[in-house]
């Protein structure tokens, strides 16, 4: 994918000392992290453990209170806004639905950073959305408006305007969430396939554990805005980092497609913490 013509071949993005935060208190406090080029990395973990924070502070939307982020080396405010929107694509949970956009017109936004405001769309561009839509499976849709799509299409049609940005390093934030299963394995083919025929390195926000470890060479497991555990989904996804991280009992086979993850039972540890759930006194 094209990039700012001083990057290098192989971008990587790092977090060092990441402190951030919304309000008075951090969500994470000193927390580091490298992207490997050309990888995909997955951010896991319970509900409010710090996953879509730490995107946010890597896409350069949520600013550090402390420590910096890199792209390929430079600090993000190095990069002009158009410099850095040609590098790194964030597809977030926060976004509005254009209802009256095509969906060929929305994927064409994702090309905002490659000309001026004023100019009519390149012979690169019309290839740049051709490509993308392709690769996201929305071709069919291509002249429905955005508004009458079901859930599963339109983030089909994100990712195609996503897609159509042709970043080094993008970041997707829950990007299987509220979809059927269906369209959750079209995601994961699109991710699989920029992985396997392209440069790009990306970051995803996953729930589901078992996809996750299929899915990425990296799994970062998050738990109260700290790193629990990093590495290859083999070392990650086990069953003490269900009970550690996940509060749940569960057994774990690996298989020749991955993980296969049996849970057993919610755990209870924090019992003394919380006296709702400490067992009735004699």
């Known amino acids: 994918m094209s ?3 001083q990057s290098t071949a192989d971008p990587a993005l790092t977090g060092d000392d990441l ?28 509900n409010g453990s710090g996953k879509s924070t730490l995107l946010k502070g890597l896409a350069d939307q949520l600013d550090p209170r402390a420590g910096s982020v890199r792209l390929d080396g430079r600090e993000m405010d190095e990069y002009g806004t158009k410099a850095l929107a040609r590098r790194l694509g964030l597809l977030s949970q926060e976004r509005t639905s254009p209802g009256t ?13 490659h000309r ?6 390149t012979e690169a561009d019309r290839q740049a959305v051709e490509r993308a839509i392709d690769l ?6 291509r002249d429905r408006e955005v508004g009458s799509l079901s859930g599963g299409q339109k983030q089909l049609a994100w990712i195609a305007m996503a897609l159509a940005q042709e970043t080094d390093v993008l970041l997707l934030d829950e990007p299987t969430t509220f979809l059927d299963l269906h369209h959750q394995l079209e995601v994961l083919e699109i991710i699989e396939t920029l992985r396997d ?10 729930h589901d554990l078992e996809q996750a470890a299929r899915l990425a060479d990296h799994v970062v497991a998050l738990r109260d805005g700290e790193i629990r555990a990093r590495g290859p989904p083999s070392s990650v996804v086990t069953e003490g980092l269900l009970a550690d991280v996940f509060a749940v009992d ?14 057993i039972r919610a755990r209870h540890d924090d019992a003394v913490e919380r006296p709702d759930l400490a067992p009735p006194t004699e």
């Open 19 to 46: 402190v951030l935060a919304y309000g008075d208190e951090p969500i994470l406090d000193g927390e580091s992290l490298t992207v490997e080029p050309g990888s995909v990395t997955a951010l896991v973990g319970p």
């Open 116 to 121: 001026s405001f004023f100019e009519s769309p």
């Open 3 to 5: 990039g700012d013509t």
């Open 197 to 206: 025929e392209s440069d790009v390195t990306i970051v995803v926000v996953l």
């Open 136 to 141: 996201a499976g929305c071709g069919h849709l």
């Open 250 to 263: 569960a057994d774990v086979t690996w298989t020749e497609s991955g993980p296969r993850i049996t849970p």
């Open 101 to 113: 956009l095509t969906v060929e017109d929305l994927v064409y936004h994702g090309r905002y950073p």
